[in-house]
């Protein structure tokens, strides 16, 4: 079975400062992770994901995520939040052979940024 | 490139009614998955349909049904609308099962 943990369901930062979102997960084979946004009355937007390879990846708007195999964990960083950040984040796990990689979702942390 | 489409975008049903949503999945895709976002939550797999084969389903009742055409669109059917089922309904298709989702912008189910 396949579950994921995001601490916190909201996260408040200053502008410019640096934006932690935690996210830890739960899989018996080897996961894929995600990360999506979410702006208010809209769909999930990818922000970066981990199939196999290099365990730091970089997505869009400078965000990037490390796959620690170890600590079950995969949290999301940005140097320097900016007030456009501000959105609904969630975390995810797929395995392709499960279901079709259907997708397995934390419970989202918002994301305020303060000017 | 057209990405993936849903209608309506909004719609409101009382319960005990029956409600379709529609799926236009994006070009080249023949896979797409169904997911239900309820208000603060994150969203759960409905079930995904591969080549018109329902491919996988999670934890919901058999009311939730579902269909995929020759083109691959989908509908997603709810009989016998309950209130919990107020979500925002969240389609999403992928070029092979398996592979990355490319989510549309919804469609909020209100049922009163």
């Known amino acids: 079975a396949q579950s994921v943990t995001q601490l916190g369901s909201h996260v408040s930062v200053s502008e410019g400062a640096l934006v932690l979102l935690r996210c830890n997960y739960s899989?018996?084979?080897?996961?894929?992770l995600f990360w999506y946004v979410q702006y208010p009355n809209q769909g999930l937007q990818l922000l970066l994901k981990?199939?196999?390879?290099?365990?730091l990846v970089k997505g869009i708007n400078g965000f990037e995520a490390e796959f620690k195999k170890s600590e079950t964990s995969f949290h999301l960083t940005k140097p320097s939040a900016h007030m456009s950040d501000a959105a609904e984040y969630f975390c995810?796990?797929?395995?392709?052979?499960?279901?079709?990689?259907?997708?397995?979702f934390g419970q989202g942390t918002e994301l305020s940024v303060k000017p | 490139e057209t990405g993936v489409t849903q209608s309506p975008t909004h719609l409101i049903k009382t319960r005990g009614q029956q409600v379709t949503l529609r799926c236009s999945s994006q070009?080249?895709?023949?896979?797409v998955s169904w997911y239900q976002q309820a208000l603060g939550q994150g969203p759960q797999f409905i079930f995904q349909?591969?080549?018109?084969?329902?491919?996988g389903r999670g934890n919901f009742p058999p009311r939730f049904s579902g269909l995929q055409f020759p083109n691959y669109s989908s509908e997603l059917n709810v009989n016998a609308l309950e209130l919990d089922d107020s979500a925002l309904y969240l389609c999403?298709?992928?070029?092979?099962?398996?592979?990355?989702?490319?989510f549309g912008p919804g469609t909020r189910l209100t049922v009163l």
């Open positions: 981990y199939t196999t390879g290099a365990t």
């Open positions: 999403a298709s992928s070029p092979a099962a398996g592979n990355e989702q490319f």
């Open positions: 349909y591969y080549r018109e084969e329902e491919n």
């Open positions: 070009s080249g895709h023949n896979t």
């Open positions: 995810a796990v797929s395995a392709i052979y499960n279901q079709g990689g259907k997708l397995i």
């Open positions: 899989s018996s084979v080897p996961p894929y």
